[in-house]
């Protein structure tokens, strides 16, 4: 069959671009003057006829013009869309703007990058710390950037443009973990000196120390309603606190070994955790009850994330696995 001949086959951009990329013929042809642009124009006109007007998810949603359509098409591959070069040493996280429109990159060659997200253009280089960036975290509103480093300080900075807004002093260890509450108002941060710190993100004040745990705390996260923050550590508990008061509401105990992960679930009632014990557990984050146990890796559980509906709960591990698990009601 003529790549051109059925439309259905022009719109299903991802078969589309496998052929432009993979086979020799179609890749030639690809590269033809006007091909994207007829492949646009079917687009479109597949989908004022179909019956169903709404666009499959496999099929870009926002290209504006056809060049944009190649783009998206070809991203869809699962192949490299964009290599974003600049770093000096290892990239030790990514985050986008809330947005999408902007990727921040942290390393540790002391520095955080700014890039477009769309172009792979490099909008910003944020320096000023002295020590490996370790922790990066965008506001809701995108207008500011969180880091955290190793020279014990974190640093908020002008998400456009890249301007140091301050320097947050008070850990006397690495940050390893950034958080903002959902409202934006507060900056929550942990470190290797055992505690976790509230920070006004308007003011810059210092609002509470968290003390009690034994040692690092490693990961810091809000509920989604941002009255409870989660702290997780190297002693092997997760602890729950009162976001404004910073009152210790319940530690959960039950693991065996280090705490690497945690996550709350999108309605706020369990909080996921993830141990070198190799398990993960679920807990109820309002009455503090262990509700689950999730054992089934053979290396420690590194990473615990939610589907955006709460029902499954997948875990990465250094067994080289990763895992999906139904979440109980």
Not at 57 to 62: A, D, E, G, V
Not at 209 to 232: E, I, K, M, Y
Request: aromatic share 8%; hydrophobic share 35%.
């Amino acid at each position: 069959m003529e790549l051109v001949d059925n439309v259905m086959a022009q719109l299903q951009c991802n078969e589309v671009a496998k052929l432009c990329t993979i086979d020799k013929a179609h890749r030639d042809r690809c590269n033809a003057p006007g091909f994207w642009e007829q492949q646009y124009r079917l687009r479109h006109q597949a989908s004022a006829a179909a019956a169903n007007p709404a666009v499959p998810s496999i099929w870009p949603q926002k290209s504006g013009n056809s060049e944009e359509y190649r783009d998206e098409c070809l991203f869809v591959t699962g192949k490299s869309h964009k290599t974003l070069e600049g770093h000096t040493n290892d990239v030790n996280s990514v985050a986008f703007s809330p947005d999408g429109r902007t990727l921040a990159t942290i390393s540790e060659d002391r520095t955080a990058k700014l890039w477009d997200a769309q172009t792979g253009a490099l909008k910003e280089t944020l320096e000023g710390h002295t020590n490996q960036v370790c922790s990066v975290a965008f506001s809701p509103d995108g207008l500011t950037l969180a880091t955290g480093s190793k020279d014990h300080t974190a640093k908020l900075w002008n998400a456009q443009t890249g301007a140091l807004k301050e320097t947050l002093r008070g850990h006397t260890g690495q940050v390893c973990s950034v958080a903002f509450s959902p409202d934006g108002r507060t900056l929550a941060t942990s470190s290797y000196d055992r505690t976790a710190k509230l920070w006004d993100a308007q003011t810059y004040a210092l609002n509470e120390t968290l003390q009690g745990h034994t040692n690092v705390v490693n990961s810091v996260a809000f509920s989604p309603d941002g009255r409870t923050l989660a702290t997780s550590s190297w002693d092997s508990t997760a602890k729950l606190w009162d976001a404004q008061t910073g009152a210790l509401n319940a530690t959960l105990q039950g693991h065996f070994g280090r705490l690497f992960s945690m996550a709350f679930s999108p309605d706020g009632r369990t909080l996921a955790t993830g141990s070198y014990d190799r398990t993960a557990k679920l807990w109820d984050a309002q009455t503090y009850a262990l509700k689950e146990t999730l054992r089934g890796h053979t290396n420690l559980v590194n990473s615990v994330a939610f589907s955006p509906d709460g029902r499954t709960l997948a875990t990465g591990s250094r067994d080289h696995t990763a895992k999906l698990w139904a979440v109980p009601a």
